[in-house]
């Protein structure tokens, strides 16, 4: 990513490599290895604890105060023990900020069985534990 980005809400996944390649290794004074990270960060605050009758007011709210994305927790009641969005709120989020970048967490027992019914819902992206079930080969 680079300050020529159109609009920050619209990540290519030529974008994505570019920052994806800025971050790496080199060595220390102490000759250790280090962690650089030459992208910009991404602001993505979580809209976990947002007030669900007004969802749209407070993802405009965050947008409007810098947010680059917006960050959805999504929680199955199994692998975390709280319950949050599932698909319908991420639909109606998504019919109301068409240009969100939709970060969603995935803090569920089987992310993929989620992947396919969130992304039609309008998830932009998807992370999740890697110690969550996945099947053999990432995906089903």
Not at 111 to 125: I, Q, R
């Amino acid at each position: 990513m680079t300050s020529t980005l159109a609009t920050r809400h619209q990540l290519t996944q030529h974008q994505h490599k570019v920052a994806s390649a800025r971050i790496g290794t080199k060595t220390s004074a102490a000759n250790k290895p280090t962690m650089t990270h030459t992208a910009p960060a991404i602001v993505a605050p979580s809209l976990l604890s947002c007030d669900l009758a007004n969802i749209d007011r407070d993802a405009t709210q965050m947008l409007e105060l810098g947010a680059d994305w917006l960050h959805m927790d999504i929680m199955d009641g199994h692998f975390v023990p709280n319950l949050s969005f599932g698909p319908p709120v991420i639909a109606s989020l998504r019919k109301a900020q068409k240009d969100a970048y939709l970060d969603c967490h995935l803090m569920v027992s089987e992310p993929a069985n989620w992947v396919g019914p969130m992304a039609k819902a309008g998830a932009s992206s998807f992370n999740f534990h890697y110690e969550s079930d996945m099947p053999e080969g990432g995906h089903r």
